[in-house]
């Protein structure tokens, strides 16, 4: 299951260099990490919708038959458990970077209520739902069904990347002082995570 679901990610990001087609969901993640607006948050968000809400359910489905796929429960919430760390890990990081983000998070419920509407409970829950659907289609018809899947994801993720106007104007003020590309950012964070865990080690 972990295979075919992380080839189920680098297929679309080879098929979007490509200039090819790739999912829908995944092709605007891709898309709006060459926009300069969105946060750091809402580009791993992005990621997880598109991977989590589309791909683990696919990946899961392929490798079982109805008789059997509970049996993979475990490791389907265990995957889930480590991509729902990344959210929090993040958001932690960022306030690290930028301490002004701690008072933002705590003036405003609403953008406390964003994260919690794209909670990964609800996103772990959808996909396992889609993937015990999934694997009863015909092989004949699967396409269709993973097309529609798809565009349903695909509007979860325009709600990330437009989340009203309140919230998508407080993200913009977030995003004037984030210093560096996306990749420079996520490189500084894991940087501030090594050093942390070597004190607690220390």
């Avoid at 995957?79 to 970077?97: D, Q, R, T």
């Avoid at 002082?177 to 996520?186: L, W």
């Amino acid at each position: 299951m972990d295979v075919i679901f992380a080839n189920r990610y680098l297929k679309a990001y080879y098929q979007y260099q490509a200039k090819e087609k790739p999912s829908e969901c995944w092709g605007f993640a891709f898309e709006q990490a060459e926009k300069f607006w969105p946060i750091v948050v809402q580009h791993l968000l992005l990621g997880i919708n598109a991977h989590v809400n589309l791909d683990l359910g696919i990946a899961s489905a392929q490798i079982s038959t109805v008789e059997d796929i509970a049996d993979l429960k475990h490791d389907f919430d265990q995957i889930n458990a480590i991509l729902s760390n990344l959210v929090g890990g993040v958001e932690k990081c960022l306030i690290k970077i930028w301490p002004t983000l701690t008072w933002i998070l705590k003036f405003s419920g609403k953008i406390d209520n964003f994260f919690i509407d794209f909670s990964m409970e609800t996103a772990r829950n959808g996909a396992w739902k889609f993937a015990n659907e999934f694997v009863a289609v015909p092989e004949n018809e699967r396409e269709a069904c993973t097309k529609l899947r798809d565009e349903r994801i695909t509007e979860i993720a325009r709600l990330v990347s437009n989340p009203g106007y309140f919230v998508s104007a407080v993200f913009k003020f977030i995003r004037l002082f984030e210093r560096g590309t996306v990749a420079q950012k996520i490189i500084d964070m894991q940087i501030m995570e090594q050093k942390n865990m070597e004190c607690v080690v220390a």
